[in-house]
């Protein structure tokens, strides 16, 4: 594997300011860089929107191109079949990320209408959930 495209939803943004006591204390781009240096002999790309269609465009960009994707569509992971349907007809595996353990918050989260068309989900293990998700794709 020599690139892995992350992909993060609304809100994300604000990881590192928005409830510190669910999404922590680090921001998400100061993570990006630590994952990047952890990750040195692997290419990391980091997109964030806030915007459904702008999610799908870049899942569609690097879906053919990116040898897999690290995926955290907060609120949408629960309400977009669109962006399903975009991980689904792209050929890079996904793995699902969620910074909280959805299934300890309210009960509309604790679906998401992504995880059938990923390789997996990691959910509750805060921000190393990405690390963690990256490991899953480049098979270490």
Known sequence: MKH????D???LNLTGIREPETYGTTRIAD????LRHRFADIEIGYF???IEGELINRIQQAGFTADGI?????????TSVALHDALAAVTAPAIEVHI??????????HHSLLTS???????????E??????EALIGR
């Open 4 to 7: 892995i495209e992350i992909i």
């Open 9 to 11: 939803g609304p809100n």
């Open 31 to 34: 993570y990006v860089e630590q």
């Open 48 to 50: 964030q929107s806030n």
């Open 70 to 78: 690290v995926i955290n569509a907060g609120g949408y992971s629960h």
């Open 100 to 109: 909280s353990n959805i299934f300890a918050r309210e009960d509309y989260r």
């Open 117 to 127: 068309a990923c390789r997996g989900i990691i959910s509750g293990l805060g921000l």
């Open 129 to 134: 959930g990405y690390a963690l998700a990256i």
